[in-house]
């Protein structure tokens, strides 16, 4: 019989004290609810592969059928808190106005705030999700997105430039559920633009 390869995964570590607006008890806390995605996908990975070794790797088979579904919703708060965490800092510079980013924004949507604007808008959908600025990788053309939970509404094969965090442990011991608009605002002064920036594909066409 083949080895199966089972990956596991190590928490990162961020320095993101004295951020703007979302005070160090919030990072802290969602560390923490960060580290949980990760050590759930391990064990999740880590059941699979015990199904997969037994053979019982069937739609049929109401648990591993469960696992599956489950692995996409820890697998994709590991990944998207990443994307989250990395594009943030506590040193950052003011919105771009030249460069790769910035170009490639007002090439999408004719500007800088109007691409801004329409990004806060998805953000304050209700509900709980994450705001992506998505670059579809064959045009280089970016599109903002609302995805549910962590997986329903990822867009296949499309590179993540710009994530924000809108479920309430993001901003709720800094402000109250009704005022989410405030925390966007923070989060856009924290923004990385030069890792946003880094993320930009070369167009396939």
Same mark, same amino acid.
């Given at each position: ?11 990162? *570590?961020?320095?993101?004290? =004295? ?10 806390? !969602? ?16 059941? $699979?592969?015990? *199904? ?6 069937? =739609?049929?088979?109401? !648990?591993?059928?469960? $696992?599956?579904?489950?692995? @996409?919703?820890?697998?994709? =708060? &590991?990944? $998207? ?9 506590? *040193? ?30 998805? @953000?304050? &959908? ?23 939970? !962590?997986?329903? =509404?990822?867009? /296949? ?6 994530? &924000? ?12 559920? /009704?005022?989410?608009? *405030? ?5 856009? /002064? ?16």
């Amino acid at each position: 019989m083949a080895t199966l390869v089972t990956e596991s995964y190590t928490p990162k *570590k961020w320095d993101l004290a =004295g951020l703007t607006g979302i005070s160090d008890n919030t990072l802290q806390v !969602h560390f923490g609810l960060y580290e949980g995605y990760v050590k759930n996908t391990n064990l999740l990975n880590e059941q $699979l592969q015990e *199904k997969i070794k037994a053979g019982q790797t069937t =739609g049929a088979d109401p !648990h591993f059928a469960e $696992l599956t579904r489950r692995l @996409g919703f820890e697998y994709n =708060g &590991m990944v $998207l808190h990443e994307y989250y965490f990395d594009n943030m800092t506590a *040193k950052a510079a003011g919105a771009p106005t030249s460069g790769k980013l910035h170009d490639a924004l007002a090439a999408s949507f004719g500007d800088f705030e109007t691409w801004k604007k329409d990004f806060a808008g998805v @953000g304050g &959908m209700r509900g709980v999700g994450w705001a992506i600025a998505f670059q579809d990788p064959k045009s280089g053309r970016i599109s903002n997105h609302w995805i549910t939970l !962590h997986e329903d =509404g990822n867009v /296949a094969g499309y590179k993540p430039i710009l994530v &924000m965090d809108v479920w309430e442990h993001a901003f709720l011991l800094d402000y109250k559920p /009704a005022e989410r608009s *405030k925390y966007i605002e923070s989060f856009f /002064a924290n923004v990385s633009w030069q890792t946003a920036e880094s993320r930009l594909l070369t167009p396939a066409r």
